[in-house]
């Protein structure tokens, strides 16, 4: 069954559950959420359960049976997981191939050799952003740390004039690229074009990614001044393998996915005729399953077969790469759940109508609410798919473009300012080897240029097309 038919059915399924006013739906919003960010700051509780409970007491103090508010969160969360569980998979399976075959060992070694002096940094940008395409924000982190710090000591660099650049090149990718979760959950919510979505995130991209990298890495360096400490040099994953595959090769089965992605994009603006044959081919080729699924396959020849991986160990990679992202579709599937609970107590129409009222632009409007989430809770999945819940109905009307662009005003907002409640700001700190304050001078202050100006570019880019 398709994503599209499951919503269908969800749509048929649930009736609006609640005919609250907007004061007290007002009310309801903050309460659920604030059930949220207590369960996940304060009692430390998964964003799975978190998400769950606040689900329910939103239907709650909206005024809706129980039993209605179960159905609506379990209709979203089935819906969401329809549409983009798959696609979480294949990209982590995508990106363990990458990391144990030494395909992510070769890109950077490749770029290092060419780069040198003030080239560094920017080097250290493009090796993050073609590696942060397929792996998780976690993922990246722990696979590129170990170069982080030995290009810094080998180079006699400033570790804030290496790390900046390459934690800004994986958090772009992480909060407006496709095949991340929190995009595609949020192209899911408000049905927008994923090939349209993809080659604006890109464009919205370079120049945030420039900015908040090498650029402002010059100041970080100044502010927190700290050689790469030696106890967080881990190994690194090819240095046990015999062989591994070519840089060429490499980078050709990352972009793969992106190219037949925006080739379908490009044909639909070029073509415009769902009825033609060419069309209806790259419909299929350029659809997310099929282009990830493609690199998948393709990756196991170009990089695990290159690597020297038996079937075997090729069948182990694949399985090892699923069992970490369960906790990440758990909360995805939750976060689903939330947002149909939202639409279906009349929340989304409420937005829509205060929006009018107050003449609120819809982009400004969803980039302020996935910052206020991302603030409290902390998480920049669980900020964008709330946010997409809730500005979901504003995209009705909007034209495709438009719509990608929600996307991505929603993925900057959802990259504010990460402090103490987010789990990769202990993670920069512990790596890095920074104290609290350090951390908030150099990767808060990082999430926060990329959120301004990915913010402020989707604005302008509104006002043009």
Do not use: C
């Not at 990830?292 to 990089?303: E, K, N, Q, R, S």
């Amino acid at each position: 069954m398709t994503s599209l038919s499951v919503e269908m059915l969800a749509a048929d399924a649930v009736e609006p559950i609640t005919s609250a006013g907007h004061a007290q739906l007002g009310i309801a919003v903050l309460a659920g959420i604030a059930v949220i960010v207590l369960l996940i700051t304060k009692f430390k509780l998964h964003a799975f359960l978190a998400l769950t409970i606040g689900s329910l007491a939103l239907g709650a103090f909206a005024g809706a049976p129980l039993d209605k508010a179960i159905a609506s969160f379990t209709a979203g969360l089935g819906s969401t997981v329809a549409g983009v569980g798959v696609l979480i998979a294949l990209g982590a399976i995508l990106g363990k191939l990458l990391a144990d075959s030494g395909g992510a060992d070769q890109i950077v070694d490749t770029i290092l050799a060419k780069a040198g002096g003030r080239s560094m940094p920017w080097a250290m940008v493009l090796i993050a952003s073609v590696i942060g395409l397929p792996l998780f924000f976690e993922v990246g982190i722990v696979l590129l740390i170990p170069v982080v710090l030995m290009v810094a000591k080998r180079g006699n660099y400033s570790l804030m004039r290496i790390g900046i650049p390459a934690l800004a090149g994986l958090s772009v990718m992480h909060g407006l690229i496709p095949p991340h979760p929190g995009p595609l959950v949020a192209i899911d919510a408000v049905d927008a074009n994923l090939g349209i979505t993809l080659a604006l995130g890109v464009l919205v991209a370079i120049p945030t990614v420039i900015i908040a990298g090498p650029v402002f890495s010059k100041y970080a360096a100044k502010w927190v001044d700290i050689p790469a400490p030696e106890k967080m040099m881990p190994q690194r994953p090819s240095e046990d393998l015999e062989k591994r595959p070519g840089f060429g090769v490499t980078v050709a089965t990352v972009l793969l996915p992106v190219v037949m992605m925006l080739a379908k994009a490009l044909v639909d603006i070029i073509v415009d005729n769902p009825e033609h044959t060419v069309q209806r081919v790259f419909d299929v080729i350029g659809s997310p399953l099929i282009a990830l699924l493609a690199a998948v396959i393709v990756g196991m020849f170009t990089l695990g077969r290159a690597a020297g991986f038996t079937k075997e160990r090729l069948s182990t990679t694949v399985e090892k790469s699923l069992a970490p992202i369960a906790g990440v579709l758990m909360i995805v599937g939750a976060g689903g759940g939330f947002k149909q609970t939202l639409i279906d107590s009349g929340v989304g129409q409420m937005v829509l109508e205060i929006s009018k009222d107050w003449s609120i632009p819809a982009l400004l409007l969803a980039w302020l609410i996935a910052v206020v989430i991302r603030l409290a809770t902390g998480s920049a999945t669980v900020a964008t798919i709330s946010a997409a819940g809730l500005v979901a109905p504003l995209a009705a009307d909007m034209s495709t473009t438009h719509t990608a662009l929600l996307v991505l005003a929603i993925g900057a907002g959802s990259l504010f300012f990460s402090h103490v409640n987010d789990a990769g700001f202990w993670l920069v700190k512990e790596y890095f080897g920074m104290s609290v304050g350090q951390t908030i001078k150099t990767w808060s202050v990082m999430e926060t240029i990329i959120s301004v100006v990915a913010g402020g570019l989707v604005l302008l880019l509104s006002l043009v097309i």
